[in-house]
């Protein structure tokens, strides 16, 4: 092999991996907000989201549960002491009753794994402002 067709591999190789991450993060995102809105009946989440039936998903993962201010969690929710991290919470998305029993939050779950990645990318980009981070 050459050292022109080395130089050239190289650079596709590294070409590809710059592209790989950010164009599947995207297109996991974009699924996601599909997604979410099984959710948007009780969940609100962005600047403008305000607590409803169930609480704000802003700044979601790395908080702890029961904690967002202003609602009124189930004494389940509250004393459940998990931290929204991506396992837990494609833990308790799959089974909210099963993970958290007594629970008021009514729904049955979300079973497909590629579906629960997109949603944990669509959730993720919103911080505690619920500004997108990106
Ligand atoms: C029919 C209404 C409803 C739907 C639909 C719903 N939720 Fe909930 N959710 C709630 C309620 C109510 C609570 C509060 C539970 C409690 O206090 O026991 C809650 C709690 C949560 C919590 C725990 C929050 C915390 O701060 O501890 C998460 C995470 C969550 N929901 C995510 C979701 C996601 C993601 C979806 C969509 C895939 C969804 N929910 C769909 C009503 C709903």
Same mark, same amino acid.
């Given at each position: 092999m050459g050292l022109r067709s080395m130089k050239l591999r190289t650079a596709m190789l590294a070409a590809m991996i710059m592209c790989v991450p950010a164009g599947a993060y995207a297109q996991d995102a974009a699924a996601g907000e599909k997604s979410f809105n099984k959710c948007r009946a009780c969940h609100q989440v962005g600047e403008t989201a305000k607590n409803t039936v169930g609480p704000i998903m802003n700044g979601l993962f790395g908080r702890k549960s029961g904690t967002v201010e202003g609602y009124n969690y189930s004494e389940a929710n509250k004393n459940a002491?998990?931290?929204?991290?991506?396992?837990? %919470?494609?833990?308790?998305?799959?089974?909210?009753?099963?993970?958290?029993?007594?629970?008021?939050?009514? %729904?049955?779950?979300?079973?497909?794994?590629?579906?629960?990645?997109?949603?944990?990318? %669509?959730?993720?980009? %919103?911080g505690k402002d619920g500004k997108k981070a990106n």
């Open positions: 002491a998990l931290m929204w991290d991506e396992a837990v %919470f494609a833990d308790y998305i799959k089974d909210p009753k099963g993970k958290i029993p007594g629970t008021k939050m009514v %729904f049955a779950g979300i079973k497909n794994e590629q579906e629960i990645k997109d949603l944990t990318a %669509f959730l993720k980009q %919103f």
